[in-house]
């Protein structure tokens, strides 16, 4: 699986230490330093995957963020020294599909990588077009549907939805939907669900504040209704 990869670091070992692990694993990368020339890189020439540094200047990752979710869903793993869960939750709010802090293991960066681009970069097949509640989701093609009104998902957000339509009325707990989201075990990272549910709540209800199609069971975690009320 062959991608094109943005590569947002100032840290100039950091960034050339990605390029070559990039390199090796058989992608093209392009490295920038700067948050200006991120946003300018990513739209002259689309790539698979942004591996985004938060402390970068001029514009700082979550800027940069905002930016790359405005215009598309190209998915974005964030680097970061900041290791609070706020801040952390503050960069999956705003679109980021998964996250890392500094220092992280190469090999783990890498193995992140392949997670998110086997789920963004997986050839059309003949995977069947779920529906639940309103909600259509087809796997082949990586679109969403909301009552017939198209829905821009970020792939975590896609994940969940298309885990959730296949098994609707199903309650999911936060780790079984991280699963899905990352591939990755980790208890740390289960209040992350938390943020990708509030934000499908903006694109897929009413009112978020009061849902209707994707509710909370309390002390257990999710569910996608199949005939919301």
Known sequence: MCAHILVAEDDTMQAELIRRLLLREGHTS??????????????????????????LPKID????????????????????????????????????????????????????IRTVLRRTLRPADDSPVLRAGGITVDPARHEVTCDGVPVSCTPGEFAILHAMTEAPDRVFSR???????????????????????????????????????????????????????
């Open 30 to 55: 392009v490295v920038v330093s700067d948050g200006r020339a991120a946003i300018d890189e990513a739209t002259s020439r689309r790539p698979d995957l942004v591996v985004l540094d938060l402390m």
């Open 175 to 229: 780790r079984q939907l991280l699963q899905h989201t990352q591939g990755h075990d980790r208890a740390s990272t289960e209040r992350a669900i938390d943020v990708h549910i509030m934000n499908l709540r903006k694109k897929i209800e009413t009112d978020p504040r009061r849902p209707v199609r994707l509710l909370t069971v309390f002390g257990i975690g999710y569910k996608l209704t199949g005939q919301p009320s």
């Open 61 to 112: 990752g979550l800027g940069v963020c905002r930016v790359l979710r405005q215009n598309g869903n190209v998915p974005v793993l964030m680097l970061t020294a900041r290791s609070t869960e706020d801040d952390v939750l503050l960069g999956l709010e705003i679109g980021a599909d998964d996250y890392m802090t500094k220092p992280y293991s190469p090999r783990e960066l890498m193995a992140r």
